[in-house]
């Protein structure tokens, strides 16, 4: 079992994150730095994840070594094409009837930073949507916040609840960090 024995800083203000760190019992604090997500054309969505989950790794370089720095980023991938967080109502929209009825990936890049190491790996899950309507989808964008969240929805919400047919693979992922693969990569340090 997982002893924290280091100080842990969570490198994301991602609430959905924070909350899952807390249910796993984990102590730490939120410390945010401004990075530039951009990425290479040339990369899958699993080295998206992990590319960004390191560039923002990167940017801690300033904290003490004898703390855990965490780092993710999450990508929604849908038949090659990589849908990030919605710039508005419009392409919230586009997004969700683009998922309507069909199957996406989430892929979960994370970093581990530790005494001047860093380790990464990702996670992925397939997420098989329902169709919804026209209507849902409305009730959704305007009574949720899919500003915030790749691919314009969190499968912890109502849509979670309506639209998700299964998943397969972590849905803590999907969420926006795999738990059991953190789990083991803590433990292991």
Do not use: C
Not at 137 to 152: M, T
Request: aromatic share 8%; no cysteine.
């Amino acid at each position: 079992m997982f002893q924290q024995k280091l100080p842990i800083i969570l490198a994301s203000k991602s609430p959905r994150r924070q909350e899952l760190l807390k249910a796993m019992g984990l102590d730490f604090k939120v410390v945010l730095k401004d990075v530039d997500e951009s990425y290479p054309e040339s990369l899958s969505p699993a080295e998206i994840a992990v590319y960004i989950a390191e560039k923002k790794a990167a940017a801690f370089t300033d904290i003490s070594a004898d703390s855990i720095v965490i780092t993710a980023d999450t990508i929604v991938a849908y038949g090659g094409e990589i849908l990030g967080k919605p710039a508005d109502k419009a392409e919230a929209i586009a997004v969700l009837n683009k998922l309507s009825g069909s199957v996406h990936q989430v892929y979960t890049g994370v970093s581990l930073s530790y005494a001047g190491k860093m380790h990464s790996f990702y996670d992925l899950t397939e997420v098989v949507f329902n169709t919804l309507s026209a209507d849902q989808i409305e009730h959704y964008v305007s009574n949720h916040n899919p500003y915030d969240k790749a691919g314009s929805y969190g499968i912890q919400e109502w849509i979670g609840l309506v639209a998700v047919e299964k998943i397969i693979g972590s849905y803590t992922n999907v969420m926006g960090l795999p738990t059991e693969k953190l789990y083991k990569a803590l433990s292991a340090l």
